[in-house]
């Protein structure tokens, strides 16, 4: 692969037409002002109108799915054709500014990650603040370690890390959930830097109820993945107090035997916490395999 490119610039882009050709206008203006060698990847997921045209007339390189997969998949696309030594990853529908690239690239020297906090001053509706800001609060108890902004889709990777987990990623918009959890999970360094998002050009393409429970399950795949115990642990001694309680409940309250229900939540905790023992052995040995492949 030829790695005589520093960067490259991954644009997803689904119907982007009207706004494509300024983004990238946008971030060239901006990458020529540094001293790094760069391509900008547009990867058309499946557009109906001129995404593609203006994006090859506007100086990028435009590789297109034949129909649209998915956010997340033209991500992985871009990930398995980029050049570059760094990967910079952002929107084509206008809400990530150019102008922080510079800022997130002076980071990634140091840093495996770089991703690009929303701040609050940006344009956002509010229940998307809120459940951002319930994904970030689990996302942080998971990886033991506070997350700023789990769904951001700006960010910047070192290429070699990103291809190590591009199996892992959805082909939905929850892709920045996975690489995220994945990158703290597996010890790798990442850090935020703030950023103001403006409102797409255009309708939205996320859904709230579809997508948000998305991401909720994407974080307890990942979490089982890489920390399981992290998820089991609590439930199991969630059951465990359920079971001891009602069972005493029952003895001075009611005056009878703890009785079969007690038993059953007691011995399903149990099982549920070796399960989840087993689950972390078998995540460290897979660790230590892909490990010893990289």
Same mark, same amino acid.
């Given at each position: 692969m030829n790695t005589e490119l520093n960067v490259s610039i991954i644009i997803p882009a689904f119907n982007e037409e009207e706004i494509i050709a300024d983004v990238i206008g946008r971030v060239r203006l901006n990458m020529n002002r540094l001293n790094r060698s760069y391509e900008i990847l547009v990867i058309d997921d499946g557009s109906k109108d001129g995404t593609a045209t203006e994006a090859k007339n506007a100086g990028a390189r435009v590789i297109s799915h034949p129909y649209n997969i998915g956010n997340g998949a033209a991500v992985k696309t871009g990930i398995r054709h980029a050049k570059g030594m760094i990967l910079v990853m952002m929107d084509g529908d206008g809400q990530h500014n150019p102008e922080y690239i510079p800022q997130i690239l002076e980071k990634i020297d140091q840093y495996d990650m770089v991703v690009g906090s929303r701040t609050g001053d940006s344009e956002s509706d509010i229940h998307r603040n809120v459940a951002n800001g319930f994904y970030n609060l689990f996302a942080s108890y998971i990886c033991n370690r506070k997350i700023q902004d789990l769904t951001s889709g700006f960010r910047a990777i070192k290429a070699d890390i990103a291809r190590q987990f591009v199996s892992l990623l959805p082909n939905t918009f929850s892709y920045p959930t996975t690489i995220t959890m994945a990158i703290l999970r597996?010890?790798?360094?990442?850090?935020?830097?703030?950023?103001?998002?403006?409102?797409?050009?255009?309708?939205? #393409? *996320?859904?709230? &109820?579809?997508?948000?429970? =998305?991401? %909720? +399950?994407?974080?307890? #795949? *990942?979490?089982? &993945?890489?920390?399981?115990? =992290?998820? %089991? +642990?609590?439930?199991?001694?969630?059951i465990f107090l359920i079971g001891l309680g009602y069972g005493l409940y029952k003895i001075f309250f009611l005056d009878v035997r703890y009785g079969p229900t007690s038993a059953m939540l007691i011995t399903m905790s149990v099982l549920i916490f070796m399960v989840g023992l087993v689950s972390e052995q078998i995540a460290q040995i897979h660790y230590d395999r892909s490990e010893k492949r990289d």
């Open positions: 597996s010890g790798y360094s990442l850090v935020y830097v703030p950023i103001k998002s403006t409102r797409c050009v255009g309708k939205s #393409k *996320i859904k709230l &109820l579809r997508d948000g429970s =998305r991401f %909720f +399950l994407i974080i307890v #795949k *990942i979490a089982t &993945l890489f920390s399981p115990m =992290r998820v %089991f +642990l609590p439930v199991s001694f969630t």
